[in-house]
């Protein structure tokens, strides 16, 4: 399976941008959708964002929708996470998260990753 390490986590005030990185190992990157989700302290995981395995799709949750952007380099076996316009509710703990296949039915659910990233923290201050 992928080994995923993301990073780029921080502290940054609310209207911020923060880029979050997702290093996978392997030579078969491109046979991975890729999710990132996140999770709040006392809150369940959410999804935040989906793209295929050639990054030729996304997929976003409404909350991120028009301030978040995926994109992944399959040369450089990443996937990132733009993430504009920050807003102190997107204060949670970021991990990435490699799907079974390069294209998935449904990207929101997690149980649709097989490998997941040990998480990075972002908090955002009002």
């Known amino acids: 399976q992928v080994q995923l390490v993301e990073s780029g986590g921080g502290l940054v005030q609310a209207g911020g941008s923060l880029r979050l990185s997702c290093a996978a190992s392997?030579?078969?990157?491109?046979?991975?959708?890729m999710g990132w989700f996140r999770q709040a302290p006392g809150k369940e995981r959410e999804f935040v964002a989906h793209v295929t395995g050639s990054g030729g799709s996304t997929y976003y949750a409404d909350s991120v929708k028009g301030r978040f952007t995926i994109s992944r380099d399959n040369v450089k076996n990443t996937v990132y996470l733009q993430m504009n316009s920050l807003k102190p509710e997107d204060t949670a703990v970021y991990y990435c998260?490699?799907?079974?296949?390069?294209?998935?039915?449904?990207?929101?659910?997690?149980?649709?990753?097989?490998?997941w990233g040990q998480g990075t923290q972002v908090t955002v201050s009002s």
């Open positions: 998260a490699a799907g079974r296949s390069r294209a998935i039915a449904a990207p929101w659910n997690h149980l649709e990753y097989v490998s």
């Open positions: 392997g030579r078969t990157f491109s046979s991975y959708a």
